[in-house]
């Protein structure tokens, strides 16, 4: 099988070495990374520049493209134009901190993963939440036993997963849930300064609050010790305000004028 | 009542200004928004950085706060920092050039409206669609007629609205479709060039395929000369597929050693 791994953390970081390791055994892998840290950089792609790739020999332990881009960037360039052939998977991360509740908009890592599913491959954003100490060997092991039933399974061509990592400094996770992502949005506030010239600079700080409204959630899972899967889709479109929605008064017509007219 | 605009094009774009002078008789209008052009750049946050702020003073039209960052940074910072009240609605744009289909994942314009949501404000982006010549201020005209129906509606705090203006170039719009986001991702390709160090250099390209799966989407009602009005949602879970995923076949166990304990 072809495995393409890409991350949000640059392609020098602990979590991507550890997720080549724990799953090149199953075929044949490709890496594809940011030269640096994309972090919150969300679904973002680079299309007012273009991107400079060079082939890099990292630790001793895989070589790799590494993309003056986005992690999405390396997914579609990967793809179109890298690889020689069509991977059966793409896998993101391992990433440095959780990518559960609100934070999956803001993630590169999880765009890396979506990207890959609008391509038509099944993929896997995997995260690893903080803690005082990654250990990136221990959750490459949870990566791989995760990966197993993902394979077993023959998802289907745009299946994207998010799977979040407990903290691994107290042990192994207690199991696996499958939930829905934390709606619960951060606590945040922005510090202050100004600058030699007299301009403000804010700087954002925040943390997402230890309850949740809901157990069932993502949140929720990795805060009591269990690895969360989240099944992910592209589409944003609010289907159940659909309905109602056209419900409201919307215009008729815009303005005198026939459209097929050279009118106004 | 009290507006927030931000877009993604940059806070000297044509289309906010266009949107200011369309809205500033309806009340209270800030503006926040880049410093420059942030186009694809999806749902970014700045947390690697700072955000540098300055006030500026636009086109003898209005004055705004310039944000060295992203469209969502410009939302939370408004709300959370800069403006002296709560806004009653955020909108973002006018952009130049549609956020339909796909587009809407790699859009700053709908990342800045679901900052909005997503802080409970209810949100709309508004988006023009690319022609030979933009007239934004009779996008303007159009967006100020869309938003008449969406306050009367009184809309819940999360609420998101993408809408995307026809070509205006050829009359003004037929009417109004509320519909979804349209799969149909872009044909894409990247051109290739070769640096002076031998680096492979890679640049996007591509377009939209003129034709859609089905006629009931975002893509084909601007296709056809509507505006197309889409309700998005930024929780990402695919709900359908979370009771089928959870009978797949995961690990009961990670490993030997009791979380609770010091084991491993």
Redesign the interface.
């Known amino acids: 099988m072809r495995i393409l791994i890409t991350n949000d953390d640059g392609i020098l970081a602990p979590g991507i070495e550890a997720l080549y390791q724990a799953v090149s055994d199953l075929g044949h892998v490709d890496v594809v990374a940011p030269d640096d840290?994309q972090?919150?950089?969300?679904?973002?792609?680079?299309?007012?520049k273009?991107?400079?790739?060079?082939r890099v020999h990292v630790n001793n332990v895989f070589h790799g493209w590494s993309v003056a881009g986005r992690p999405?960037?390396c997914v579609?360039?990967a793809l179109?134009?890298l690889l020689d052939e069509r991977p059966d998977v793409v896998l993101s991360g391992i990433n440095a901190g959780a990518n559960a509740g609100?934070n999956?908009?803001?993630s590169g890592t999880?765009?890396g993963a979506?990207e890959g599913a609008?391509?038509g491959v099944p993929s896997v954003a995997f995260s690893l939440t903080l803690s005082d100490e990654l250990d990136f060997r221990k959750a490459g092991?949870?990566a791989r036993?995760?990966l197993e039933?993902?394979i077993?399974?023959r998802p289907e061509p745009g299946?994207?997963?998010s799977i979040n990592i407990p903290p691994l400094d107290?042990?192994?996770?207690?199991?696996?849930r499958?939930?829905?992502?934390s709606?619960t949005?951060w606590e945040?506030?922005?510090?202050?300064?100004v600058?030699q010239d007299g301009?403000?600079?804010?700087?954002?700080d925040g943390s997402l609050p230890d309850h949740d409204a809901s157990s069932e959630t993502d949140l929720a899972a990795i805060r009591e010790?269990y690895?969360a899967?989240?099944?992910?889709?592209?589409?944003?479109?609010?289907?159940k305000?659909?309905g109602p929605?056209?419900e409201?008064?919307?215009?008729?017509?815009?303005?005198?004028?026939?459209?097929?007219?050279a009118?106004?």
Chains 1, 2 share one sequence.
Request: one cysteine or more.
């Open positions: 840290s972090s919150a950089i969300g679904h973002a792609i680079s299309v007012l273009p991107l400079l790739v060079r999405a960037d579609k360039l179109i134009e609100i999956v908009l803001y999880i765009a979506m609008l391509m092991r949870v036993m995760m039933p993902f077993a399974a299946a994207c997963l107290k042990g192994w996770p207690r199991g696996v499958c939930c829905p992502q709606p949005n945040e506030h922005y510090e202050k300064r600058d301009h403000a600079i804010y700087w954002l010790g690895v899967v989240t099944p992910l889709r592209a589409n944003l479109t609010h289907w305000k659909l929605i056209a409201w008064n919307w215009p008729a017509s815009f303005g005198q004028g026939d459209r097929t007219s009118a106004d």
